[in-house]
Each structure stands twice: as structure tokens, then as C-alpha cells.
């Protein structure tokens, strides 16, 4: 007759022989983890979001409970700034977030703030921002990038644009669209900071002329007719790299199991959403709630599943529409994607010499915990850390050349 104690140790070893299999299928070597306790050194995990339609997968994974599934508690908090979230992080009062790529980076390196080594722990979105010009721009006929160049060389002025934080996506993807058409951000224009649920109501009272964030916050501005789409953010980058889930290199050190906990129930929570129109509704319900977006339920519904309108009459059906987990293609924190960012911060002078691109983004990507945690929800992962895609201006990136890639773009600050 077995013991109690030979039958939880025979269990115990066929689970961590499980775990084992799973992991080399999907071409991850077991790490140490699975041979120890893997349970959660934390239960309760405080994650930071900003009211925008890509925080749902995080808040998904607290309301359908996936969490639970894997011995935690996600305790989503709502917050008002990516100043804040970034503050928040660094101090311990939230121990992870779902925030901007590049505001982790540049956290990483002190950049226009508080150093700390930080982490990316998974991608948790592609695609879905837009950049948003006002209506008066485009009664003057800036309607894109071309025609926002032609108006501002012919009629002089001062001309503000508004992006979310120095070093994050949105700001980025702003610069890298203005300067595709020849204007310099850092000398045609005054760019200002402007968290992304005041967005709105900024360009309503015309504080500016065009801003980049993400949705609902460009949808809305059509909705409330004071801006029109100039470009999604899908159409300067597909599927490009979009918000993470980010922590301190301190917490990630410290509580492991607790981040592959977070990283398998978000996982499950982007697979949920992607899995249909009907998934995709109820979540749109769930975050216009006042506790997260606090928006009508149709300025997040429509563009979530690709329809997409302009404001100035024009309609299309978009398959590049923002992507939570795409059979787990969304989701893997690529080094090259990394990378990138630091490209254009040392593009527009936020770096002032180059730096190891490939050690920055190996010591802030955790590659191998989002390998163990795919592996354990059966979620495919790449065969490199390395992804290719070509850019609106036809200008390839493939994370091959960092240094000569940043260098050679003409207009830089």
C-alpha cells in the first residue's frame, strides 16, 4: 500500500516530468523551477493600467478569474499617468503594469527620469493606435502626413502636438510619421506630454493640433467630431510591438513564479478576447465600465474588430486591427522589438551615444520566463528572438545593425 506522503511525491514527479515534456516541445529547457515548489511567492499581484482599450487583457484575466487558475489575485489599478505608473513601479506600490515599451526602456536606462533595472516579462498587444489631427487641420487640408507637411511649410506657425510619454510608443510612432513626410518633431513643432484619457478634451479646446495615442481616444475624438484619423499606427508598423507587462528586475528576481503566474493568466485572458466577435463585445462592455476606460461601449467596439472610419466619410474593414494574442503570435518580448525603441530614442537625442543594444534588450526581455509560462498554457513560441518588418517608408528592420540603422534616418534631432 503507498503512503499518503509516496503518493503527493510520485504525483509531485510525475508533474514536474509533465512540465518537462511540455517545455522541450515547445523548445524551452526545463529551468530550475520546475523542480522546485512553483507556487506563487506572492498572492495578491497589483497591476497598473491606463484607461485605453489595450489594458484589456489584463483586466480580463482579473474578471474571468484566469488568475485564479494559477494561484494568484490580479488586482488591476486604474491609474492616471504613465508618469505615474512609471513612478508607482520603480517605488513598489505597484508591482507590475501593463504600460508603454519604451517608458520601460528608458526607465532601464535613466532617461528624463528615475534609473532602475526594469523587465518586459511579455508583449501585450500589436497594432490599434492612431495618430489624430484636429478637424480645423483638416479643414485646411492636413489630412495625412503629405498634407500635414504642405500646410505647415506654407502656412508658418506654431504647431503642437501632443504624445503620451518622452520615451514611449506613442511618442515614437508620432516622430517616425512626421519625419516620413520631412517635418522635424524637434524643430517644426512643439511636442508636449498629455495623458492619453485628457486627450480629448485637450484637442477640444484646442490646446493642439494632433495627437498619438491609443484607443478609444482617437475613435472618441471622431465620435465627438473635433479630429479625424491621419494614420493608424498599423499602417506606419504592422504588427508592431505596442504596450507590455512590465515589472522591476527586483520584483521579477524576487518572485519568479508569481510573474509566470501573471504571464500564463494574461496569456489565457488575450487568447479569450481573440477568440471571437462575441468574446470581443463582452470585453468591450467590460472596460467601458467607469472602473477601467470609462467610455461608451461604441468607441471601443468598432474599431477592436477592424471597422474603422476616418471622419471625413471614409470607411474600410482593417485585418491589421489591434491584436491581443493572435495564436500566441502577439505576445513573445522579441529582443529586436526592444531594440528598436532604443534606435529612436538615440534618434531623437534621448540617447546621447549608442548602447549595447543587444545587452540592454537581453537584460530587460525575460525571453526564457515567457518560454517556461507559454509552454505551460501550450501557447507556440518563435524559433528567434529576432523578427523582420518593413516600416511605412519602405525602410526594413530586422534588429541585424542597430547602431547603422538609427544613424541612417535624415531627419533626426
Known amino acids: 500500500m503507498v503512503s499518503d506522503e509516496g503518493l503527493m511525491s510520485e504525483k509531485r514527479r510525475q508533474f514536474i516530468k509533465n512540465t518537462a515534456a511540455v517545455a522541450v516541445t515547445a523548445g524551452v529547457v526545463p529551468g530550475a523551477w520546475a523542480a522546485g515548489s512553483d507556487a506563487p511567492e506572492k498572492k495578491e499581484v497589483r497591476i497598473g493600467f491606463i484607461p485605453l482599450t489595450d489594458c484589456a487583457s489584463v483586466v480580463m484575466a482579473s474578471v474571468l478569474k484566469f488568475d485564479e487558475k494559477y494561484g494568484i489575485k490580479i488586482i488591476p489599478s486604474k491609474e492616471a499617468s504613465w508618469a505615474g505608473v512609471r513612478d508607482k513601479l520603480v517605488n513598489g506600490e505597484l508591482d507590475m503594469a501593463h504600460v508603454l515599451y519604451g517608458l520601460v526602456y528608458g526607465v532601464h536606462l535613466g532617461l528624463g527620469g528615475p534609473k532602475k533595472d ?133 520584483f521579477v528576481k524576487k518572485n519568479p513564479n508569481t510573474a509566470r503566474a501573471a504571464i500564463m493568466a494574461i496569456l489565457e485572458a488575450g487568447r479569450w478576447i481573440d477568440a471571437g466577435l462575441q468574446n470581443k463585445n463582452k470585453m468591450a462592455e467590460t472596460i467601458a465600465e467607469k472602473a477601467y476606460v470609462n467610455t461608451s461601449v461604441d468607441a471601443i467596439n468598432q474599431r477592436i474588430l477592424g471597422r474603422y472610419q476616418n471622419g471625413l466619410g471614409k470607411t474600410w474593414d482593417d485585418p491589421n486591427y489591434m491584436k491581443f494574442f493572435n495564436d500566441g503570435a502577439v505576445n513573445y518580448p522579441y529582443l529586436s522589438d526592444g531594440m528598436w525603441f532604443l534606435t529612436q530614442h538615440k534618434r531623437w537625442g534621448l540617447l546621447k551615444d549608442h548602447p549595447d543594444y543587444l545587452a540592454v534588450a537581453k537584460s530587460i526581455n525575460q525571453t526564457e520566463l515567457y518560454k517556461q509560462a507559454a509552454a505551460q498554457v501550450k501557447v507556440n513560441v518563435p524559433k528567434s528572438d529576432m523578427r523582420s518588418s518593413k516600416l511605412l517608408d519602405g525602410v526594413v528592420w530586422d534588429g541585424s545593425n542597430p547602431a547603422k540603422y538609427a544613424d541612417s534616418f535624415k531627419v533626426k534631432a
Open 118 to 250: 526594469m523587465a518586459v516579462l511579455m508583449t501585450l498587444n500589436q497594432n490599434g493606435q492612431a495618430i489624430t489631427l484636429s478637424k480645423k487641420m483638416a479643414d485646411k487640408g492636413a489630412v495625412d502626413a503629405p498634407s500635414l507637411a504642405a500646410l505647415m511649410a506654407k502656412e508658418k506657425g506654431d504647431y503642437t502636438f501632443a504624445q503620451t510619454f518622452p520615451t514611449g510608443t506613442h511618442a515614437m510612432w508620432l516622430y517616425y510619421w512626421m519625419a516620413s513626410a520631412g517635418i522635424n518633431p524637434m524643430k517644426d513643432a512643439k511636442v508636449i506630454t498629455v495623458p492619453p484619457p485628457q486627450m480629448v478634451a485637450n484637442m477640444r479646446v484646442g490646446n493642439m493640433d494632433g495627437y498619438c495615442v491609443g484607443e478609444p481616444w482617437n475613435h472618441r475624438a471622431i465620435i465627438d467630431g473635433i479630429g479625424i484619423t491621419g494614420i493608424t499606427t498599423q499602417d506606419i508598423w504592422k504588427d508592431h510591438p505596442e504596450k507590455v507587462l512590465g515589472a522591476t528586475g527586483e
